[in-house]
């Protein structure tokens, strides 16, 4: 990806080359502007890449696509909106509002613990609840992939342990495919079955993590007093050192 500004070219991804498979969670980790949202703005199709190709199931990415769904940094709920309607929002968009749709929602509610805040408002919810409700809202439409920027950055240090738990939970049991970028190294660590690092600009793969943690029931919190997580850490951290 290339972008012209004033100042001239902008080199901001070069080469950056992998695959997800079905049903897994991958994070991809780098250094401050190095690219990480333009790579998943490209991926939903809101960007289209100046050289190369983004396939999903074996076609090119051509636009946004139902199959694809984009949790952001902000939860973005409309505080005029009760939880419920600013879940069927993007129902309503797409024009699938129908009684099969709500009876799945209200089932996604009930599942997750919303199903009691759903005629509240968003300033009446937590911010570990309203991620909660924006993911909802992200999965009401039935995408296959989730792209998730930095969807937990804008929480405090306990809620935000408390929301990936949350979170990596519902992905697993939705069997959903998800895609994360966030810089947190440790946070990637413990969701992640693979971690993606990239360079500075213009980004390239420095390296693949297949994260592999010595724990009975993996979860992002559990993962974090698996023995190997400090290893990780530690390798990781290399890798994005940029003095090295």
Known sequence: MKYH????????LENVDFTVNKGEFVCIVGPSGCGKS??????????KPTGGQ??????PVCGTSAKVGYMLQKDYLFEWRTILENIYLGLEIRKSLTKKSKVFVMDLLKTYGLFD????????????????????RTLAVQPEI?????????????????????????????HKTA??????????????????????RPAVIKKIYD??????????????????FKLYFN??????????
Not at 5 to 12: C, M, P, R, T, V
Not at 117 to 136: C, E, V
């Open 146 to 174: 989730l792209l998730l920027d930095e969807a937990f950055s804008a929480l405090d240090y306990q809620t935000r342990l408390l929301v990936t738990e949350d979170i990596y939970g519902i992905i697993k049991k939705e």
């Open 38 to 47: 333009t790579l998943l703005s490209m991926i939903d199709g809101l960007l």
């Open 5 to 12: 500004s004033l100042n001239g070219e902008i080199h901001a």
């Open 179 to 200: 895609l994360m970028v966030t810089h947190d190294i440790a946070e990637s660590i413990s969701m992640a079955d693979r971690v993606i690092v990239l360079s500075q």
């Open 235 to 244: 390798e990781i951290w290399k890798d994005l050192d940029v003095h090295a």
């Open 211 to 228: 994260i592999q943690l010595n724990c009975e029931k993996r979860t992002p919190i559990s993962s974090r007093n698996a023995v190997e």
């Open 117 to 136: 805040f759903k005629d509240k408002y968003p300033r009446q919810l937590s911010g570990g609840m309203r991620q909660r409700a924006a993911l909802i």
């Open 54 to 59: 983004i396939l999903i199931e074996g076609q």
